[in-house]
């Protein structure tokens, strides 16, 4: 498990002063409510940093980042990450997950045929859609598919016969 939680996506500066706009990578905003201390991940590597969040919408939230007060200095933070660590991440309700902690779970079905593992993690509105080997199989995240994830030992196992329902089988 990855020890950082990317909660939002720099997508360009904002204002004059070196505040940047975030596309939240969260279900809820309020969770940036009271953020003042997270990760700012540029280039693969993370660097601790205060900040201040300005407002929240549904979908941006603009937060002064200590030490960018330009708008030279936001722009050169485009394309980055704002993260979390996972002392600070926000209480997940029971049966739900990390995005970042479920890409690489390898998948089965209950009759113990292997699917390959999970390499991403689509969020369609309705539900998320698990994509398996880069498209070749795509599964809803629906309880009736799901018979256990078990994070720890890098394991999701579907139901084989609502699987075969439900999922899209490329070849």
Avoid: W
Avoid at 50 to 79: F, H, K, M, N, W
Avoid at 128 to 139: E, K, S
Avoid at 162 to 167: I, M, P, S, T
Wanted: with cysteine; proline share 4%; net charge negative.
């Amino acid at each position: 498990m990855t020890e950082y939680l990317r909660v939002g996506y720099i997508a360009r500066p904002h204002g004059l002063k070196g505040a940047v706009k975030l596309d939240p990578l969260t279900d809820d905003v309020a969770r940036f409510k009271g953020l003042t201390e997270g990760y700012l991940e540029l280039h693969g590597s993370y660097a601790p940093v205060r900040l201040c969040v300005l407002s929240r919408r549904p979908d941006a939230v603009v937060v002064q980042i200590e030490g960018y007060d330009t708008v030279e200095a936001a722009q050169a933070l485009r394309g980055g990450f704002l993260c979390v660590d996972r002392a600070h991440a926000a209480q997940l309700p029971e049966y739900t997950y990390f995005i970042a902690d479920l890409i690489g779970l390898s998948v089965f079905d209950t009759e113990g045929k292997a699917y390959g593992k999970i390499t991403d993690v689509l969020s369609t509105g309705a539900n998320d859609v698990y994509v398996i080997d880069g498209g070749r199989l795509m599964v809803p995240a629906l309880k009736k598919v799901i018979e256990r994830v078990d994070v720890e030992a890098g394991k999701m196992v579907f139901h084989g016969d609502v699987l075969r329902e439900v999922g899209f089988f490329a070849d």
